[in-house]
Structure formats: C-alpha cells, structure tokens
C-alpha cells in the first residue's frame, strides 16, 4: 500500500533534445539518413504509444508507419521550441485517436475480427510477456499512455503533463497509482 | 520488482515487440514528399502579405493580401471566437473588417468607457508597409472607438507595435495562451523594467512577472506601462488607458488614511502607485508618519486591504479594521483571482465566458458561467440572511460566490459575519434553499462551535431568532419549509469520532500505525455533516469523508505528497 520508492527519474535519452531537432532539420531538407537516425531513436516509444491507446499490434503498426511518414511530410513546418519530442509523441497519440475513431465508424462483418491481436505474442522473453501483458490488460487508457511516455519514452512527468493537458500532480499519481496496480497484479501472478 | 525493474521491462518488451518498418517507411516518404508538394502548390492561395493581431480580450488575428483584402480572420481565444461567430469577413477590405470588429467589442461591452484599450500588432516583412499599416489601423480604430463610446469622457486608447516571430515569442504565447501580439508587449514591458531598475542602480526585485501580465487585459497592461515607466519606444501609445474600475490614488489614499487610523494632517510624506500583485491590479500606499511608517496594498478596485506593514521589516503585523490579511482573509488572493479577473477563461468552468454582459464594469463581469435558471447571487445572500434572520445591514461584510467542482457550479458559498458570529451558508443555486450551514464563534480560538448539527437545524441562542422569514412578494422568494433544512430521525445518534476513524482508514486500506499525522474535522457537506479526516502516510495523503450519522463514507480522495 504504502509506496517504498522515490519517484524515479525518466532513463537517459539516447538522443538529446537538441539532436531530435537538428535530425527534423535535416529530415525538412530531405535526408532520409535523418529519418532513419529518428526512427532508431523513438520507434519503440511511437510504437508502444499507438499501442496503448489501440490494444492492436497490427493498428500500431501501420500508425507507427504513418507516424514517421507524416513526420517527413511535416518537417519543413516544424518550428524548433525545444520539445521535439512532446511533437512527435502529439502525432502519433493525434493518428492513434482518428484511427480508433475511424474504426468505430467501420462496422465489422466477420466477429473474428474482434479478437484483438496482441503484441506480447511476438515476445520470447516470458518476464517481458507477463508485463506487457499486465499493461495491456490491467491498466486504464491514461495510465497506459503514461506510463509508456515516461518509462519507454523517456519523457519527464512535466513534460507529458504539458503534453496531454493534465496537471503534474495527476500525471504523478496516475503514474504512481499504475506502477502500484502492475506491481500488485505481478505479485499475484507470481 | 520494484518500480525500476518493472519501467526497464516495460522498454525491453516495447522494443522487442515493435516490428522494423524503416524500410516501407523509407520508401513510401518519396512519394509521399513529392506527392505533399504538389498538392501544396495546388492549394496555395493567395499570398498572405500581412498579419494584424487585434488584442482587448478578445484577441483576433487577421491576415491580409497586398490589396489589404481579408483572406482568414481567426480568433485566438474563447471570447474572440464568440465575436468573430457568424461573421463571415473573408475578402472585405482590411477597414471594413476593423470598423465591424470594433463595432462588436464596444456591443458587447469589451470595449467600454472604463476598458477602452486595444492593442494592435502588425507583422510584415516589409518594414515600410509595416509601419504604414500600423499607423492606418490605429488611426481607424481610434476614429471607430471615438464614434463608438459617444458617452465616454475617457476616449481611446490605441497601442501598436510591429512584431517579429521568433522562436521563444511563440514558445511564451503557446505557454500563457495568448497572441503573439500581447506577449511580445509585455516581453518589451519587461525588458524596459529591467534596464530602468539597472540604470537607476536599484536592485530588479522582479515585481512585474509574466504570468501576472499575461493574464490582465490590455487596458491593465497599459495603464501598468503608464504608470510604471515601462513604455517601450517601439510601441505607439495614443491616448490614456482608463482607470475608471480603480479607486485612484486618492481614493487609495483615504483608504489607507482609515485603515491606519489618522488623518492627513499626520502623513509626513506619501506614495502612491498602481500596481499588480500575483494578477491582482492593487494600489501600494506607503506613509511616513510621526506614529511610524504604514505600507498598505489595497485592492484597486474597492480599496479592501490586502496586506499591510507597519514599521515592520519583514514582518507583517496586525493592524487595521480587519487584520493583516485584510478583509476576506488570507485566501483573498485566490478568491480575487477565482472570480474577479473577469476577462480570463476560467480553468474550471466548460468552454468558460469571460464576456462581460454589458459594459458597467467589473462588478457585473463574472468569469463563472452559471446554469441556465440559477439565482442570482444577491438572491443567494438574501436566502442566507433571511435563513439567519439577519439584514444585510447587520452584517459587518457578507460575500457570496458560486463553489465549483470538477467544472460544475454546484451551489453558492454565502460568508458573513454578525453579531460576533462568522456564518458559512451553502445555497442551492436554482432553488436558493439552505443546503448547509456552519456557524462560528469569532471569539473561539479553536475549532467550529457548530450549532448542535445541521440536521437538527437548531439556532444558536441569541443568535438566530425563531421567527420564520416573512416573505415578499417574490416568485423567487424562498419559502420557510424550503429553506429549513430537511430534519432528521433524531434517534439516530452521531458517530463517535472513533468509531468514524475506524470505518475511515478501512476504506483507505491504511493501518493505523502507517499514519505518519492525521486529522478530523466536523463538516457540513450537501447537507450531511461529515467527519472529514486527513491521512497522511509515506508519499500520499488521502481525504476520507464519514457521515456523521450512518457511518457511510462519502468521498475518498488520493493525492501524492512528497
């Protein structure tokens, strides 16, 4: 109940802040080795994100394709405010919500359409499965969003706080309350 | 696992588990590119020569071609895109489009003789059509506003300026939600504070920050500008900003004068200024006497005392009518920002107004919008006087605001104070019925003297005569059954406060030896009195609300402490 750690700090970047932009730059001015540099650096955060609000890997798929696809076609109009980052995270959370809307709109005709195809059954590693499993299955949307932005992200709270329009103190504790909820649900599966 | 290993899982799976698509990436971008250029040389319209940014509150940004057509008028905020609905603008010529936006602000009352402001901000390439459009625009809009508020003794006031994006300008604006325009004056406003400070050799304490301004309509930024020194030399001022809502310096003066408790005969030496605390306009008055040196700061609008100083270094000390946090306490700030800096949306209410209904001023502003059919606020202190049975002219202040929670308005908070007794009324906001009560004895040091409970609805005696109010002829009248509160089954017994803490740490699921503090109040909420208790262990604190009388937990709040 009582929480044991202190907050925990997000894990180093691989690129900083600054090389994110220069890299959006280069991709403005049509480099594709930028573009794969970028890629590199934040497919799995984009990939994970997309995934936590589409619960289908093969949706997060094809909006992590178009994520990196509109960032090529949107770089010429970025303008460089320090938050690369918070940019592309707001793209692929904007092409997730319109590809769940647009599939609200599409009925389904076969119902084994519905079986949601899961990410987890790519991995091999069972600790990975088991948590990744609980992330899907055990936390709520928000949650989700958060806890990926801040642990695969590496996004700070403040800055996924300013993202999604929330206050710092319920991004803390919704992220706070998720690690609780994990912790709890992979004891009990132990 | 601890909440390091479980973040570090989380990364190895997503980057285990995320396909490689750099390849279909990489060859679907060329297309992609080539097929966005085309597409975007096809719909290009029209070149936009020039942008003008108008800012009272409303804050209105117009692009113009180079015949000084209209190709997109947007609104940049709530209040502007009220201003601009149904206005189709597109393609009228740049003077048309200001008379009629002029013309809707002073309708509506944003422009009026005590708000007679309007800043406007040009960006050009070109400096010399800048500047020649700057000067047109500010010219019209003068003329517009003079033809506008016949009755105004006050005239207008036109700021301009010419504007140059740049990265940090659009960071500042995105942050505080307004126009490039206000955030470049105030950016100039501050620059100019800190080089008069420095050239005076006077330390700069910092007193003007940019979320106050940013926050403030254009007539406070301006009238700040004016009687600060902080003009910019790149921003044409034509005529005064007007002060109208304020007491003035006199006003402020004879405020202080009877909060000190001397006459003018005694001031040796006074000072004077508008000024802005923490978004708040206020009047600082300092007075060098023979009893000692006074430092007050006054609400600019009514002149109620915010702080005040005497002698002291550091050191706020009593004095005055109502104490050192001036008349509402200390959480004055909080409330003046809550519901008297009319023009901001307030973060509470949905879609938010911030209009003025008309154009008397402040006191008819409220930043709250209230449901349709819901009583007025005078309609709520007259159901709590009459519940207490009192006049308002027994009362020694009495003021009522709408509570909010999570965006709705759910009833109005009446405070007086009378006979010695501080009372705290809840009234529902359509039905003006007595929804809670608390009664305080001023004269306790500690705790609530609740009257027995709310439930019991027993008067204090001497405080509350048993006569029942006599009514009006009012449809809005409250009816003596109505405002009674519902009564209770009086066998039913109030909870120990024991046995209420032991229903509350079962629904927090907390030990009692987790509990680093805990606290219990008595509350009387929606009518029901609760025990309100506060725990706070490790990290967390948690609200628990306990019915007094059928130990059923109303309300169980979480939040993180560290």
């Known amino acids: ?190 | 696992m601890t909440n390091r290993q479980i973040e570090k899982t989380i990364r190895a799976a997503m980057e285990h588990a995320a396909p490689d698509r750099l390849d279909d990436i990489l060859s679907s971008c060329t297309w992609q590119q080539s097929a966005a250029a085309d597409r975007k040389s096809e719909e290009a319209g029209p070149a936009v020569f020039s942008r003008i940014i108008l800012d009272v509150n409303p804050s209105i940004s117009l692009e113009v071609d180079e015949n000084e057509k209209v190709l997109s008028a947007r609104a940049l905020n709530a209040d502007a895109e009220v201003l601009l609905e149904g206005m189709n603008l597109k393609g009228a010529s740049l003077f048309e489009t200001v008379d009629r936006i002029v013309q809707d602000m002073v309708k509506r009352g944003y422009l009026s003789d005590i708000q007679n402001s309007i800043l406007i901000s040009v960006e050009d390439d070109n400096s010399e059509r800048c500047g020649r459009l700057q000067e047109k625009v500010s010219l019209r809009i003068e003329k517009d506003m003079e033809e506008n508020l016949q009755d105004s003794k006050e005239g207008a006031s036109v700021l301009s300026q010419s504007v140059e994006e740049d990265s940090e300008l659009v960071a500042l604006a995105e942050e505080y939600g307004i126009s490039v325009g206000k955030a470049a004056l105030i950016r100039k406003m501050l620059n100019r504070e800190g080089t008069a400070t420095a050239e005076k050799g006077e330390k700069n304490s910092g007193k003007m920050k940019f979320e106050d301004l940013a926050r403030m309509p254009v007539n406070d930024i301006a009238l700040l500008a004016e009687e600060e020194n902080m003009k910019d030399d790149t921003v044409t001022y034509l005529g005064h900003a007007s002060s109208k809502a304020y007491i003035g310096h006199k006003g402020a003066l004879k405020k202080a004068l009877s909060y000190a408790g001397i006459g003018m005969e005694k001031v040796r030496k006074q000072k004077i200024k508008l000024s802005c605390k923490k978004g708040m306009m206020v009047y600082k008055v300092k007075l060098k006497t023979a009893a000692g040196k006074f430092k007050y700061i006054l609400d600019a609008r009514t002149g109620d005392m915010v702080r005040c100083k005497k002698n002291g270094k550091g050191k706020y000390r009593k004095y005055g009518t109502y104490g050192k946090y001036g008349k509402y306490g200390k959480h004055y700030m909080k409330h003046y920002r809550k519901h008297y800096c009319g023009y901001r949306q307030h973060p509470m209410t949905e879609g938010g107004t911030g209009t003025m209904e008309n154009a008397n001023g402040y006191e008819n502003m409220s930043p709250v919008q209230m449901p349709e059919g819901a009583i007025s606020e005078q309609q709520a202190k007259e159901a709590a006087l009459s519940h207490a049975g009192l006049k308002e002219s027994d009362t020694l202040y009495i003021y009522c605001h709408p509570e909010i929670d999570h965006g709705y308005v759910e009833h109005y908070d009446v405070k007086f104070v009378a006979g010695g007794m501080k009372y705290k009324y809840a009234i529902d906001i359509y039905t003006g019925k007595v929804l809670g009560r608390a009664v305080k004895d001023k004269r306790m040091k500690n705790g609530y003297a609740y009257e027995g409970n709310y439930h019991e609805h027993t008067a204090p005696a001497g405080t509350v005569p048993e006569k029942t109010p006599d009514g009006e002829d009012s449809e809005d009248k409250i009816s003596a059954e109505d405002a009674a509160p519902e009564a209770v089954n009086p066998a039913e017994e109030m909870l120990e406060e024991e046995e209420a803490f032991a229903i509350a740490l079962k629904k927090a699921n907390l030990q009692e030896r987790d509990l680093l503090r805990w606290k219990v109040k008595l509350r009387t909420k929606h009518g029901r009195t609760v025990y309100r208790f506060k725990l706070r262990i490790r990290g967390y604190v948690y609200r628990v609300d306990v019915d007094a009388f059928n130990g059923s937990v109303t309300k169980v709040k979480e939040k993180v402490n560290f």
Do not use: F
């Open chain 1, 1 to 190: 109940m009582i929480p044991t750690s202190p907050p925990s700090a997000p894990e180093p970047r691989e690129m900083s802040d600054a090389e994110l932009e220069n890299c959006i730059k280069e991709i403005a001015a049509g480099d594709k080795e930028a573009l794969s540099k970028l890629y590199c650096d934040t497919h799995a955060a984009v990939y994970g994100l997309a995934l936590s609000v589409l619960k289908n890997s093969h949706d997060a798929e094809d909006v992590m394709q178009d994520v990196y696809v509109r960032i090529w076609e949107s770089a010429p109009n970025y303008r460089a405010m320090g938050k690369p980052r918070a940019w592309i995270y707001t793209i692929t959370r904007n092409l997730s919500l319109m590809s769940v809307r647009g599939k609200n709109r599409t009925s389904l005709s076969d119902p084994s359409e519905l079986e949601p195809e899961t990410a987890e059954e790519n991995l091999t590693d069972p600790d990975e499965r088991i948590v990744l499993e609980n992330v899907m299955n055990t936390l709520k949307e928000d949650e989700r969003t958060i806890v990926i932005l801040h642990a695969v992200a590496g996004m700070k709270h403040r800055e996924i706080a300013g993202m999604l329009g929330m206050e710092l103190s319920t991004v803390i504790s919704r992220y706070n309350r998720a690690l609780k909820k994990l912790r709890r649900s992979l004891e009990e599966a132990d």
